[in-house]
């Protein structure tokens, strides 16, 4: 028993550096940047970047930007991020990739716990590795077919991994973290150019997300259904919510505001400060119910799928139990069983002193047969 809890604590200090390292490596890109300025021929400040490049302008007005450490140009080119433009291959395939995940995580997370698990690594898997191309892609960039379908397939092989037994514990640690991230950054692309619009402060929007998903990684350690719901519901939200921008406003939505939060490319400056996110009013609407009807779902959730979030009952969703709370077991089977004692035990046995000393009619009937028979014997 002590071995087993040693066990367990271990497990859950694991997972809880895990997921600081986790939330460190999307943090660290955006927070370390530094500020510089881009100054036009006549010596005007036109507008901070988030770089460590100074962009001049010339006479012809082309933007031209250079490295303070080597003085040499970085050519400048458009920001790649795989989501196509209007409604094309790879704009449909967003879509269709947004509401088939988000939709059974918003409505049956909590029942469906293989798929479940296994859409939280692999949306982990897919959120790092374009997180990781786009800002390591130069001014030339790849196709957006070619970065989707990567992302896409890393998603399958995340999936896949998250689908097996052993990738349990795992996968409910990130689905944790991934409800606290989708909370921080719907609320950061609220506003325009970022809830923090300072370039001098943008860090302070990659704490903000940060620090949902620690708080929501420590709910799952804490009570871990509590915490399931929550990843669940957010995760889930987050996506459909995607979905609808990307069906209502294209790439010029959330699309546009991932893109501006997460690239901080120095190939792509010119690109993200000229552009910039300005979110439609349809944007900050979707991006609003979808926060508040996060804890509608995760509420309904609980209240619709009583069973345990794995196939079995363990430990931490004994825990995670309210003690006036009475969870289903696990299987019909288990479920006959209790169902049948429960009412063996409502009815009360009959003491013997109670019962009744006269024979009954089929004891009447048993009697006079036999004394007929022998009563025929001795004819």
């Known amino acids: 028993m002590v071995a087993c809890f040693r066990l367990r604590l271990l497990s859950s200090q694991?997972?809880?550096?895990?997921?600081?390292?986790?939330?460190?490596a999307l943090v660290i890109p955006g927070a370390s940047a530094k500020y510089d300025?881009?100054?036009?021929?006549?010596?005007?400040?036109?507008?901070?970047?988030?770089?460590?490049?100074?962009?001049?302008?010339?006479?012809?007005g082309t933007i031209i930007v250079y490295s303070l450490t080597t003085g040499e140009e970085i050519p400048q080119g458009l920001a790649s991020d795989g989501s196509g433009s209007g409604f094309n291959a790879c704009a449909l395939a967003w879509i269709v990739f947004s509401f088939t995940v988000g939709l059974p995580l918003l409505f049956l997370g909590v029942r469906g716990w293989r798929f479940t698990t296994a859409a939280?690594?692999?949306?982990?898997?897919?959120?790092?590795?374009?997180?990781?191309?786009?800002?390591?892609?130069?001014?030339l960039g790849v196709s957006d077919v070619a970065l989707t379908v990567f992302v896409l397939s890393l998603f399958g092989c995340g999936f896949l991994l998250g689908?097996?037994?052993?990738?349990?514990?795992?996968?409910?640690?990130?689905?944790?973290?991934?409800?606290?991230?989708?909370?921080?950054?719907?609320?950061?692309?609220?506003?325009?150019?970022?809830?923090?619009s300072d370039p001098s402060i943008f860090f302070v929007n990659w704490l903000i997300i940060g620090l949902c998903g620690f708080m929501c990684s420590i709910l799952v350690l804490w009570k871990q259904r509590f915490g399931v719901l929550n990843g669940c519901a957010s995760t889930?939200?987050?996506?459909?919510?995607?979905?609808?921008?990307?069906?209502?406003?294209?790439?010029?939505?959330?699309?546009?505001?991932?893109?501006?939060l997460m690239d901080r490319n120095r190939y792509h400056v010119v690109d993200n400060v000229f552009s910039g996110y300005s979110p439609p009013m349809t944007t900050v609407?979707?991006?609003?119910?979808?926060?508040?009807?996060?804890?509608?779902?995760?509420?309904?959730?609980?209240?619709m799928f009583k069973r345990p979030f794995w196939g079995v009952i363990t430990q931490c969703d004994l825990e995670s139990l309210n003690?006036?709370?009475?969870?289903?077991?696990?299987?019909?089977?288990?479920?006959?069983?209790?169902?049948?004692?429960?009412?063996?035990?409502?009815?009360?046995?009959?003491?013997?002193?109670?019962?009744?000393?006269?024979?009954?009619?089929?004891?009447?009937?048993?009697?006079?047969?036999?004394?007929?028979?022998?009563?025929?014997?001795?004819?």
């Not at 005007?44 to 302008?57: G, K, S, T």
């Not at 063996?344 to 024979?359: F, G, Q, R, Y």
Request: hydrophobic share 45%.
């Open 323 to 379: 003690p006036h709370d009475e969870e289903l077991p696990q299987n019909e089977e288990s479920a006959a069983t209790v169902t049948s004692s429960r009412v063996s035990s409502a009815v009360p046995e009959t003491p013997i002193s109670e019962k009744s000393l006269l024979p009954s009619d089929d004891e009447k009937k048993l009697k006079s047969r036999t004394t007929t028979n022998f009563s025929m014997s001795h004819d």
């Open 285 to 303: 609407i979707i991006l609003a119910v979808s926060i508040a009807v996060t804890p509608a779902f995760a509420f309904a959730q609980h209240k």
């Open 37 to 60: 300025t881009i100054v036009a021929s006549n010596g005007e400040i036109l507008q901070r970047l988030q770089d460590p490049n100074v962009a001049f302008i010339d006479s012809n």
């Open 14 to 24: 694991f997972l809880y550096y895990l997921s600081c390292a986790f939330l460190a």
């Open 120 to 139: 939280a690594i692999g949306l982990a898997a897919a959120l790092t590795s374009w997180a990781v191309f786009v800002n390591t892609l130069d001014n």
């Open 236 to 260: 889930g939200s987050f996506l459909c919510a995607l979905g609808v921008d990307l069906v209502i406003n294209r790439q010029s939505g959330m699309s546009r505001g991932l893109r501006y």
């Open 163 to 196: 689908s097996l037994e052993l990738s349990r514990v795992l996968g409910i640690q990130i689905l944790g973290v991934l409800g606290g991230l989708a909370l921080g950054i719907q609320i950061v692309l609220l506003g325009s150019g970022l809830l923090i």
